[in-house]
């Protein structure tokens, strides 16, 4: 089965609907659900039958999506994690937010708190109270969609440890991975194990079921697949294994990779950048595996609608048949006639099933 899908950024609509994203946006749930569906209304207006919604890159899912639910503490996995640990929450109107870097710096194993204590932080209690206030909710019947979650699916969303550690104790962590080995493993068994232990408990707060866990290893093409399988592999694994079914995500060219990624234990889906060999994934998982794959930014933001067509053919072929989904995240600075045509490309393959896809 072939399908595509894709999501609107902040920028896109901070520009195109006027809405800011502050503080309130991300810590006022009653706030963030009326941008929500703002953001939403506009883009079912706009871009009728893409398959197209506004939510988190890679996160959200189009498919698992209503009106009726709203986001309760709906920041980035890793950023979460650092405010927890003492970051600060650094918001941007017209894009991202972010957290100030670096909060684990110059720190050892031995200094990180136990990963059960992370639940007695304030940040914690204030997104259960808010989860509590919208199940206690009568009139309003919303369903509270809690942190590490995006949609009913109930697939949980974490970043990756590797590129947690980086984002928490800046870029020399991938220095230490070669000198100081042994402290690498540590911190990342610590960061797998805090994430494990939060989305089970908002999980559990929100009643909400884990189906199965997307892992953001984002920073995996800067590291050789031999790093990956000796740093990465083991604790996505137990990852895998205490949470559900996996789907890694990595950002850039992993055709090197995929031999090493194909050793995490319950790995079930792949989403991949768009200048990853498909043909090698392939040969390496079989075609009943879900590869989703996105276009290359170049593309996307191209005067002229030729170059994503050519991408989408090459995959196709690569592709040979197997489990393929197309996914994009449209940026402000995207010429959305691409899409338009990427869009037209798979809706014109021969033989596609339409039935509504399972994700994982």
Not at 1 to 26: C, E, P, Q
Not at 58 to 74: A, P, R, V
Not at 186 to 209: P, T
Not at 216 to 228: A, D, K
Request: charged share 25%.
């Amino acid at each position: 089965m072939i399908t595509i899908s894709g999501t609107l950024s902040k920028g896109w609509m901070a520009k195109a609907v006027g809405v800011s994203f502050d503080r309130n946006y991300y810590f006022d749930p009653d706030r963030r659900y009326a941008i929500d569906c703002k953001c939403n209304e506009y883009t079912a207006a706009q871009f009728p039958g893409m398959r197209l919604f506004y939510s988190e890159s890679n996160l959200g899912q189009i498919d698992y999506w209503d009106k009726s639910q709203i986001q309760i503490g709906g920041i980035q996995p890793n950023m979460i994690l650092g405010m927890l640990l003492g970051a600060d929450f650094v918001p941007r109107d017209s894009y991202d937010a972010d957290i100030t870097p670096g909060c684990l710096s110059g720190k050892d194993p031995d200094d990180l708190p136990a990963p059960e204590s992370l639940l007695d932080h304030e940040l914690v209690k204030l997104f259960d109270e808010q989860i509590r206030r919208v199940q206690n909710d009568s009139q309003k019947q919303l369903r509270p969609i809690p942190p590490f979650f995006w949609d009913i699916s109930g697939r949980a969303a974490i970043h990756g440890t590797m590129t947690s550690a980086q984002k928490l104790l800046g870029e020399t962590f991938f220095m230490d991975m070669m000198t100081k080995p042994q402290r690498c493993l540590e911190i990342m068994g610590w960061i797998g194990e805090a994430f494990i232990i939060l989305c089970r408990h908002f999980s559990e707060i929100a009643d909400l079921s884990i189906t199965s866990v997307h892992v953001g290893e984002c920073s995996s093409c800067m590291v050789s697949p031999e790093l990956i399988e000796k740093f990465v592999v083991p604790v996505t694994s137990k990852i895998g294994e205490k949470l559900g079914p996996v789907r890694l995500h990595s950002c850039g060219p992993s055709t090197n990779h995929l031999e090493a990624f194909s050793k995490i234990t319950n790995l079930h889906s792949l989403d991949l950048g768009g200048d990853t060999s498909i043909r090698k994934a392939r040969q390496i998982f079989g075609k009943d595996v879900l590869i989703s794959v996105a276009p290359l930014p170049g593309d996307m933001s191209n005067e002229k609608t030729e170059p994503i067509v050519s991408w989408a053919k090459s995959i196709f072929e690569e592709n040979d048949g197997g489990n393929l989904e197309y996914i994009y995240h449209v940026e402000a600075n995207y010429n959305i006639d691409t899409i338009r045509a990427l869009t037209d490309f798979v809706k014109n393959l021969p033989d596609i099933k339409k039935t509504r896809p399972e994700h994982l």
